[in-house]
């Protein structure tokens, strides 16, 4: 991969992260929690499908550990806004759901905080 090529992906990369922010900034500022906002919002869902159709493209790059780092964010988040929800369900349930939805909401926003500041600096993300 040429240079001008990875200047390229790396600019995907902060696209990707800018639109995962745009929904972390939805959740904040609206009456949705985080984590709703970001496993639902169309800005998230572009990003993970770029993901997906750019992470051919980082393989073998130090691009690589961001695309998977931002996957691994939008999928695990899914997964604990999917129990929050089912908690939800059950009256007594909603008591473990809103501090869930919170904790989740805080994760999401320091993962793609932490992800975009490494990328800035020129790091790979931890496996």
């Given at each position: 991969m040429t240079e001008q090529d990875l200047d390229g992906l790396r600019a995907w990369t902060h696209v990707i992260y800018a639109l995962h922010a745009i929904s972390v900034f939805a959740g904040l500022t609206s009456a949705m929690f985080v984590v709703t906002a970001f496993v639902t919002g169309w800005p998230s869902i572009i990003a993970v499908l770029l993901n997906?159709?750019?992470?051919?493209?980082?393989?073998?790059?130090?691009?690589?550990?961001?695309?998977?780092?931002?996957?691994?964010?939008?999928?695990?988040?899914?997964?604990?806004?999917?129990?929050?929800?089912?908690?939800?369900?059950?009256?007594?349930?909603?008591?473990?759901?809103?501090?869930?939805?919170?904790?989740?909401?805080?994760?999401?926003?320091?993962?793609?905080?932490?992800g975009w500041l490494a990328l800035l600096r020129g790091r790979e993300m931890p496996v």
């Open positions: 997906y159709l750019k992470r051919s493209q980082a393989a073998g790059t130090p691009l690589e550990s961001h695309f998977r780092w931002q996957i691994r964010t939008f999928w695990w988040a899914l997964l604990w806004g999917g129990i929050a929800l089912v908690l939800i369900a059950t009256v007594l349930g909603i008591v473990f759901a809103v501090p869930l939805l919170l904790l989740v909401g805080a994760w999401v926003t320091y993962r793609i905080a932490r």
